[in-house]
Nanobody, 122 residues
Framework: QVQLVESGGGLVQAGDSLRLSCTAS????????MGWFRQAPGKEREFVAA????????YYADSVKGRFTMSIELAKSTVYLRMNSLKSEDTAVYYC???????????????WGKGTLVTVSS
């Protein structure tokens, strides 16, 4: 079993930056890939980004490409989502996720965190 705990959400203004963190426990961190999803009010949960355990492969949704960067710190069993140039449409609950590979995470993770709320005011 894998436990994922997100942190770093909050209220920011449009154009600001924010960094989310997700710390994993329960299994060897290097045995799975990680990702981020988000769910805006009234909308379905959508893929944001994924990264392989080595950090060598990353995937991003078109809506965040060039603005968001996902990174991994194996020593801390933690992944980060750096979000720049935030827009009001980025407002959502952001969920950390884990799976067997970055591609698998993108298609459907095996594990989920409880989420952290990001609110971007315009």
């Amino acid at each position: 079993q894998v436990q994922l705990v997100e942190s770093g959400g909050g209220l920011v203004q449009a154009g600001d930056s924010l960094r989310l963190s997700c710390t994993a426990s329960g299994r060897t961190f290097s045995s799975f890939a990680m990702g981020w999803f988000r769910q805006a009010p009234g909308k379905e949960r959508e893929f944001v980004a994924a990264i392989s355990w080595s950090g060598g492969r990353t995937y991003y949704a078109d809506s965040v490409k060039g603005r968001f960067t996902m990174s991994i710190e194996l020593a801390k069993s933690t992944v980060y989502l750096r979000m720049n140039s935030l827009k009001s449409e980025d407002t959502a609950v952001y969920y950390c996720a884990a799976g067997s590979s970055a591609g698998a995470v993108k298609g459907g993770p095996d594990y989920w965190g409880k989420g952290t709320l990001v609110t971007v005011s315009s």
